[in-house]
């Protein structure tokens, strides 16, 4: 699990660096964006068909982690623009 969410970490700081005009709150947002993918790819779609009790726990999960991410990378790339 760990590897795989170092690999999601880093395609979306490949991302990040081909976007344009860089600022924290657009980090933020694509992070959350990410984030949300990734919950309605998986905890979500099971969820329906399966009926699991976790969903919300699943979704705060999501939110934290790549709005902690997003902060992160909104600070790290916000610095180098002039």
Do not use: E
């Not at 970490?9 to 949300?36: D, E, H, K, P, Q």
């Not at 969903?55 to 999501?62: G, H, K």
């Not at 939110?63 to 991410?69: D, M, N, Q, Y």
Request: contains cysteine.
């Amino acid at each position: 699990g760990l590897v795989v969410d170092i690999l999601m970490a880093a395609l979306f700081i490949t991302l990040v660096t081909r976007m344009s005009n860089l600022n924290f709150t657009r980090i933020l947002v694509s992070s959350l964006f990410v984030g949300l993918l990734a919950f309605f790819s998986v905890p979500y779609t099971y969820h329906i068909w399966y009926l699991t009790f976790d969903l919300l726990a699943y979704f705060i999960d999501m939110l934290v982690s790549w709005g902690l991410c997003g902060v992160w990378l909104g600070y790290y790339f916000g610095k180098k623009q002039p």
